[in-house]
């Protein structure tokens, strides 16, 4: 099947929700979060169909959900993972923080759900920063019924601040609430370094250098990211947007996302063939040309300052 020469798609993601159930420091999408978006999640038919569609074409190695909490939505959740299953595709993952509902048929349901549906990796959330307001009752009694189904893969992932060797209230409150899951002899994964994005910025700026921008740094060089020319990695947004690091490229509720990946091309997208041509400096150039003003000195990254200009971009589009 004939297909784009900027993309190999090799993992899948979909943001099954903005919602969730939990109200974290350094969440990057709380803005969506609290918006009128929040009421949107990937529909379940289209997500299977995505997944079938992307497993014809590349061979694509890892589907994952996550949220929000993508367990407010499991039938979207287990729809993506049986397809990947039918398809497939070796690694079907699931990031939750375990806190859905309360009702202790519905966790025990909805965990056998995700086994029946090929879940084979669950990324469980547990840190200062969830169980700042998930209680971590709930948590335990979703884990066990989870254990209980013998998913493959069933693995802790805490959020460090800076890093795990740094000395905080945060990371040592994280080592209290990982040491009260050992009894029941849960693999701790390394988790993730919180990066300043979203409201990290906000709530732990002090934990982290000022803003210094370097504008050599490319896409590829920054967390999460990686070359627009060279893409292995298509998310899928509650609205149904398909996205390449941030860029939306279509969208599968209106048309097919064999059609969408098949004419993508970065170079037709101004913004894109800046970043691509000459980097953050290329973009903000262009912003100049547009007569758009980007102050760059809370930027931490040139993703920050692709986010402010492509906004900007895309203000004036929609006017």
Partial sequence: ??????????????????????????????????????????????????????????DVSS???????????????????????DAGIPKRQVITNGCFTKNEDRIRTVAESLYSAGVNDLLLSVDAFHQRTIPLDIVRRFAEEVQRTGLTQFRLQPAWLVNRAHDNP????????????????LTENEGNDIFMAGDAVK????????PCLELSDTCGSMPYTEPLDRVTNLSVNPNGDAVVCGFMIGNIYREPVAE????????????????LENGAAGLLNLAAEKGIDVDTRDCYSVCDVCRKVCGQLGKRESV
Avoid at 26 to 39: E, F, I, L, Q, T
Avoid at 77 to 85: E, I, L, Q, S
Avoid at 173 to 180: D, F, K
Wanted: proline share 6%.
């Fill in 1 to 58: 099947m004939n297909t784009t020469p900027y993309m190999t798609i090799r993992r899948i993601e979909f943001m099954v929700t903005y919602r969730c159930t939990g109200a974290c420091q350094h969440c990057s999408v709380s803005d969506c979060r609290n918006s009128p978006d929040a009421k949107n999640f990937v529909r379940p038919d289209k997500a299977a169909e995505a997944v079938a569609q992307l497993a014809e074409m590349f």
């Fill in 63 to 85: 589907v994952m959900t996550f949220g929000g909490e993508p367990l407010l939505h499991p039938e979207t959740v287990c729809a993506v993972h049986r397809a990947a299953a």
């Fill in 170 to 185: 945060y990371n040592a409150e994280t080592e209290r609430i990982l040491a009260s899951f050992r009894d029941m002899g």
């Fill in 203 to 210: 709530n732990f700026a002090e934990y982290y250098p000022a």
């Fill in 260 to 275: 969408i990946v098949r004419r993508y091309n970065p170079y037709e997208n101004e913004a894109m063939r800046a970043i």
